[in-house]
């Protein structure tokens, strides 16, 4: 059951943090193969019951019963009756649910927050995200191709020779969504729509490889480098940087003398820049990860810690595994057990086994 949990919260690192709202302060536990949460104090707030449980995302959280997937509030009432074989979270007022009949794969359908189905007017959902900008996007039952649709049931096809793959990250963000033309067998360049699946012209570069609209501000790779477009396709930071990272927090994530450019891991030296891409955390040879409630992940010799805004380590790294802050707790792994910790490093809730 731990690993269910895990699973759930490497998905919500990943993808969840674009949603900056105030959330219900509970957090998964588990024990004994059975889910409750504790509030930020480490205190349980609802008892260890459940099959399986999620986070809070605007004021619900999923549920397992009797192997189906439901909704509870924070005051463990069943909100939405446990029907659905899986589940994404609320996001805009609806939810991905899926479920699966007999001989048939896995379809998927959106509910509304009393677990009323959206009527999309579409057929059989074999693939579908979360819901951004009032824009999901999804695909029909046994086919390839995705498309984007509204809440409304609008739906909305990408231009001929623009395609996404099916990918948990894939979703709008900031009304404009990344995605990728054909140029030939194996080669593709980055484009941009908007909501209504046209193309965005500004965003027609030839730059070899550009990441999501972040805060107002796009990576760019040019000639070995990554440096920082607006949203009118202007540099505004000139690609100086072995690798970046979007901006979060209003920092970004910087590297320097690295000889590797994937993702944040490898050699080098790593700080933080502002939008006028001067250093405000200088460059130190240690790996860091973006902010998150204030702090950023970093490790030193395989071990995890966190630094604050101002470069000074505050939890030293000294965990085998470790998740961002999320809502005021991390999620670390520590002589084996996993527990949670508050932002001064203390531990709050433990995992005995």
Known sequence: MRFVL???????????????????????????????????KGDIAISYMYDDAHYFFEGLAAVKQNNKYGFINSSNKII????????????????????????????????????????????????????????????????????????????????????CYEDERIQFSEGVLRVQKNMGIGMF????????????????????????????????????????????????????????????????????????????SGFGQYGFIDKNGKWIINPQPLKCYPFQNGYARIEVNGKYGFMNTSGTVVVPAEYEAAYDFFRGLAYVKKEGHWEYINTTGNRVWWQSF
């Open 6 to 40: 895990l699973v759930f919260i490497t998905s919500i690192f990943s993808v969840s943090l674009l949603y900056a709202q105030k959330e219900t302060l509970l957090f998964p536990v588990v024990k004994d193969g059975k889910y409750g949460y504790i509030n930020i």
């Open 80 to 163: 939405v009756e446990p029907q659905f074989d899986t589940v994404k979270h609320f996001s805009e007022g609806v939810c991905a649910v899926g479920t699966f009949e007999q001989d048939k794969p896995l379809q998927w359908g959106y509910i509304d927050k009393k677990g009323i189905a959206l009527n999309l007017h579409l057929p059989a959902i074999g693939y579908a995200t979360n819901f951004s900008s009032n824009r999901a996007i999804v695909a029909e039952q046994g086919y390839a191709d995705l498309f984007i649709i509204s809440k409304q049931g609008k739906r909305y096809d990408l231009p001929t020779g623009l395609y």
């Open 189 to 264: 360049q980055i484009v941009y729509v908007d909501t209504n699946a046209t193309l965005i012209p500004e965003l027609n570069t030839n730059y070899g490889d550009m990441g999501d609209l972040v805060q107002g501000l796009i990576t760019f790779y040019d000639n070995g480098k990554y440096g920082f477009l607006n949203n009118k396709g202007k540099v505004i930071i000139n690609a100086d940087f072995d690798t970046v990272c979007a901006f979060s927090e209003g920092l970004a994530l910087a590297c320097t003398g690295r000889s590797s450019v994937e993702g944040a």
